[in-house]
């Protein structure tokens, strides 16, 4: 069994928490920079510490998690903290929350409309809480991680994740970096983009000593315009931490490569804290840390608003883990009179709805899903599982009897199916009921309810209708090659006038997914112009916000308003562009006129409301 002082184990996190503050202070106001900076340590501080994503997700979770919970919890707990009081709604944040609030929980939440920020930031910056109540326990802080990282991500987010926990857990018993490398990836996925940008990193910084260089090459091979990133952020933490001198010169390595800044520098920062300790950070740094700090992203408050004390409560939590025979570690000189009360474990019974295809029914498909439910107590479990579905949908099945010894799981098939409605609403869940007698677990599972398109085209031309008011080739072979192999089409060329819409022929598309699946029902090969129509259904006015993803110019109409638009070509995605919509009481058309020119088409929408609560996903209904 691992052994660790009260006061070491006391020292390290207090010098990992400094580490990642530090970090997301320096870095915040250079956040997104992608290009190479130069900062110091005297210009590099901003007037006043901003509040910070990075640190203030994981004292939600120490709050509303740890401390309320112990370690019985699991997907469902971390999703439902997670969309109540994450006030961030950036990015893979506000589709998370969107998902957990509709009622698709993790693992499902962290993919389902996530295309672009799949594997961003948002997971790998919240690894140093799983890390400190793991102490050298890196196989325990990689099972919490795979937990969190599914709220908002999949893969490499997750495994950037469990890299950074597996550095941090194990920084308690080592100090030398290339081993806890070498040590932290057994735990990612060799295959992994994760994987080979830290041995890239690793192989240039052994041969090349401008760490600027490797900047290029890393950026070169692994880099993105999305400077969220996780792949191209890990290599900055790696290349931070092996390039660095010391504390000082790591950190401004880290915040002058530019990119997720604030996150980079805060890991590695925590990582080189945890190492050091407190006590062997540099002074002016410490001093300029300070010890207070201010939460701005969560809305939850602490008694207690200092580092120190931040170190005391991880401590707590810590030790019922090993008080708990969750991770293998013994405390010594713990001071006399302490008192540990973190809730004793006793596992939890989960039901984890599994989707085959999206979490999502329509006229055309039902929504058929695998439903697990695994015994994570050490005792028995036995009751009957009720399913209950809102009057939108229909159930092959309502009543399971269940009984499972401790680690034990059942797998049970459920479809739900669209009831004789006329109007879908967007948000549709079943109610899972387990009742053993003693006690009841529950669990919302979210089925989104389609929207439902009608497809008109596609239309192209076979001459250029901007520059040109006729066919210049007439009946004769085309004079230019160019025509002979391209199309053409036009955003200002009304193919489909709008009060036309109700007499042309199309085509149905029903879909829950934010990218409009234009592609696949298009068999044209060449430039061309769809017409998508949606008819909303809102049973009262409402504002709402429209964000659009796009590549190609396209239009936006509500009834015969056009209300959105662009002209430009640019890369996908999904908040390219946000409108404010109002919808009256009842019916709302919205055409959107897309163009395809040099690519597929990469079109996508959703709606939501901008404040704080559950609006981001708002109460509308689509046509059956």
Same mark, same amino acid.
């Given at each position: 069994m691992k052994e660790i002082s009260y006061q070491l184990y006391r020292d390290k996190v207090y010098g990992g928490w400094i580490g990642k503050c530090a970090g997301g202070i320096i870095g915040a106001k250079q956040e997104n920079n992608k290009s190479l900076m130069d900062y110091?340590?005297?210009?590099?501080?901003?007037?006043?510490?901003?509040?910070?994503?990075?640190?203030?997700?994981?004292?939600? @979770?120490?709050?509303?998690?740890?401390?309320?919970?112990? !370690?019985? !919890?699991? #997907?469902?707990?971390?999703g439902d903290v997670f969309a109540k009081h994450n006030m961030c709604w950036a990015n893979e944040y506000r589709i998370a929350i969107r998902n957990v609030n509709g009622g698709v929980y993790p693992p499902t939440s962290g993919g389902f409309n996530n295309d672009f920020f799949l594997n961003s930031m948002g997971c790998p910056i919240r690894s140093e809480l799983w890390a400190y109540v793991a102490p050298g326990n890196p196989e325990f802080a990689a099972r919490l991680c795979r937990m969190d990282g599914s709220v908002d991500h999949v893969t490499e987010s997750i495994y950037a994740e469990i890299f950074f926990a597996a550095m941090e857990c194990l920084a308690f018993f080592e100090s030398d970096l290339?081993?806890?490398?070498?040590?932290?990836?057994?735990?990612?996925?060799?295959?992994?983009?994760?994987?080979?940008?830290?041995?890239?990193?690793?192989?240039?910084?052994?041969?090349?000593?401008? @760490?600027?260089?490797?900047?290029?090459?890393?950026?070169?091979?692994?880099?993105?315009?999305?400077?969220?990133?996780?792949?191209?952020?890990?290599?900055?933490?790696?290349?931070?931490?092996?390039?660095?001198?010391?504390?000082?010169?790591?950190?401004l390595t880290a915040v002058n490569c530019g990119y997720d800044t604030d996150c980079t520098s805060a890991t590695a920062g925590a990582i080189l804290g945890t190492i050091l300790g407190r006590s062997g950070l540099p002074g002016d740094w410490v001093e300029k840390v300070g010890?207070?700090?201010?939460?701005?992203?969560?809305?939850?408050?602490?008694?207690?608003?200092?580092?120190?004390?931040?170190?005391?409560?991880? &401590?707590?939590?810590?030790?019922a883990a090993a008080?708990?025979?969750?991770?293998?570690?013994?405390?010594?000189?713990?001071?006399?009179?302490?008192?540990?009360d973190i809730p004793a474990y006793q596992g939890v019974v989960k039901i984890l709805a599994g989707y085959e295809g999206e979490p999502s029914v329509s006229a055309e498909r039902p929504c058929r899903m695998a439903l697990t439910v695994r015994n994570e107590r050490r005792a028995a479990v036995k009751g009957t599982l009720t399913l209950e579905a809102e009057e939108s949908l229909e159930l092959d099945h309502s009543k399971f009897e269940i009984s499972l010894a401790p680690g034990e799981e059942i797998v049970l098939p459920v479809t739900?199916?669209?009831?004789?409605? #006329?109007?879908?609403?967007?948000?549709?869940?079943?109610?899972?009921?387990?009742?053993?007698?003693?006690?009841?677990?529950?669990?919302?599972?979210?089925? !989104?309810?389609?929207?439902?398109?009608?497809? @008109?085209?596609?239309? &192209?031309?076979?001459?250029?209708?901007?520059?040109y008011?006729?066919?210049?080739?007439?009946?004769?072979?085309?004079?230019?090659?160019?025509?002979?192999?391209?199309?053409?089409?036009?955003?200002?060329?009304?193919?489909?006038?709008l009060d036309r819409i109700d007499k042309e022929r199309h085509t149905v598309i029903y879909t829950a997914r934010d990218k409009l699946p234009v592609e696949e029902n298009v068999g044209y090969q060449g430039a061309c112009c769809v017409y998508l129509v949606r008819d909303l259904y809102s049973k009262y006015e409402q504002d709402v916000h429209m964000f659009l993803g796009d590549t190609a110019p396209h239009r936006v109409y509500l009834e015969d308003q056009q209300v959105a638009g662009s002209d430009r070509f640019v890369r996908w995605m999904p908040l390219n562009n946000v409108v404010l919509l109002h919808l009256k009481e009842g019916r709302n058309r919205l055409v959107f006129k897309l163009i395809r020119r040099n690519g597929p088409f990469e079109f996508s929408v959703f709606f939501s409301k901008l404040e704080f609560g559950d609006g981001t996903l708002i109460d509308v209904y689509d046509e059956k």
């Open positions: 110091d340590f005297n210009n590099v501080f901003p007037e006043k510490a901003p509040p910070n994503d990075d640190f203030d997700l994981q004292i939600l @979770y120490l709050q509303e998690i740890l401390e309320k919970r112990g !370690f019985n !919890f699991g #997907e469902k707990e971390l290339n081993v806890l490398f070498d040590q932290a990836l057994t735990y990612v996925p060799a295959g992994s983009r994760v994987a080979e940008c830290a041995a890239f990193v690793r192989s240039m910084a052994a041969e090349e000593p401008d @760490y600027r260089v490797t900047r290029t090459e890393l950026i070169k091979r692994f880099g993105s315009s999305d400077a969220s990133y996780a792949v191209t952020n890990l290599g900055i933490v790696v290349l931070a931490l092996l390039y660095g001198k010391d504390f000082n010169d790591t950190m010890d207070d700090f201010v939460l701005g992203i969560v809305d939850v408050k602490r008694e207690r608003g200092t580092l120190a004390a931040l170190t005391e409560d991880t &401590f707590r939590v810590c030790f008080r708990d025979g969750l991770i293998d570690l013994r405390f010594t000189g713990v001071p006399e009179g302490f008192v540990c739900a199916a669209l009831a004789d409605v #006329e109007l879908v609403p967007i948000r549709n869940v079943i109610t899972a009921t387990l009742h053993t007698g003693d006690e009841t677990f529950q669990q919302r599972i979210g089925v !989104f309810g389609c929207g439902k398109y009608r497809m @008109y085209g596609p239309y &192209f031309d076979n001459y250029d209708t901007e520059k008011d006729h066919d210049i080739n007439g009946k004769l072979m085309p004079k230019d090659l160019f025509d002979m192999f391209n199309g053409h089409s036009s955003i200002h060329r009304e193919y489909l006038p």
